[in-house]
């Protein structure tokens, strides 16, 4: 199974902060990378596909860049709404896995 | 709009079955595969298997091979889970996510049902 190693698992930011979250595979996922957002009790939400590319509806302030075995997420200028866990997740390969999460909380 | 909605919370004795369902409206149906995924109590992404509903073709993950079963019904454009043999551990959220029409597409998941919360207890 490809690992997904994310961090920090968690981090504390203020609002305006510039945010950067680093996912590692354990081994190369091609651009098969995504990006989730979640909020307590709700479903995840796709924020990027495919390294990337910004899901319709999803702000401009978050991007993904990356290749093979290090892939980022960053938040440009974090929002109050954006305080929440975020997932990575490679489909390359079967079982698709996830990072163990990020919690970014408020400082 | 696009719309996955899942079947209500279930409580279920050790041992038991349990039958999640997620009717999926709003787009083509057959174009797309459904990958189910559960979460734990304070717990991260488990990814259970995938589902095609172009020819109800299934994918499960290997911890999950002897237990679960994935099943499309294009009439009414429903896609289940069921998961037998049910332990306490097994108690989690379990999340409907709309996926690609094959597993070789890799894809993203870019729809979700609301989870359904299953309940191990005896």
């Known amino acids: 199974d490809i690992q997904m190693t994310q961090s920090p698992s968690s981090l504390s930011a203020s609002v305006g902060d510039r945010v950067t979250i680093t996912c590692r595979p354990s081994?190369?996922?091609?651009?098969?990378l995504n990006w989730y957002q979640q909020k307590p009790g709700k479903a995840p939400k796709l924020l990027i596909y495919?390294?990337?590319a910004l899901q319709r509806g999803v702000p401009s302030r978050f991007s993904g860049s990356g290749s093979g075995t290090l892939f980022t997420l960053t938040i440009s200028s974090l929002q109050p709404e954006d305080f929440a866990t975020y997932y990575c997740?490679?489909?390359?390969?079967?079982?698709?896995?996830f990072g163990q999460g990020t919690k970014v909380e408020i400082k | 709009q696009i719309q996955l909605v899942q079947s209500g919370a279930e409580v279920k004795s050790p041992g038991a079955s349990v039958k999640v369902s997620c009717k999926a409206s709003?787009?083509?149906?057959?174009?797309?595969?459904f990958s189910w995924v559960r979460q734990a109590p304070g717990q991260g992404l488990e990814w259970m298997g995938w589902?095609?509903?172009?020819?109800?073709?299934?994918h499960y993950a290997e911890r999950f091979q002897d237990r679960v079963t994935m099943t499309i019904d294009t009439s009414t454009s429903t896609t289940y889970m069921e998961l037998r043999g049910l332990k306490s551990d097994d108690t989690a959220v379990y999340f409907c996510?709309?996926?690609?029409?094959?597993?070789?597409?890799?894809?993203?998941?870019?729809?979700w049902g609301q989870g359904t919360l299953v309940t191990v207890s005896s």
């Open positions: 996510a709309r996926s690609a029409q094959f597993l070789e597409l890799g894809g993203d998941f870019d729809y």
């Open positions: 081994q190369n996922v091609k651009t098969y």
């Open positions: 997740q490679q489909t390359s390969d079967t079982p698709r896995t």
């Open positions: 495919y390294v990337s």
């Open positions: 709003g787009y083509t149906f057959s174009y797309y595969g």
């Open positions: 589902i095609t509903a172009y020819n109800g073709s299934t």
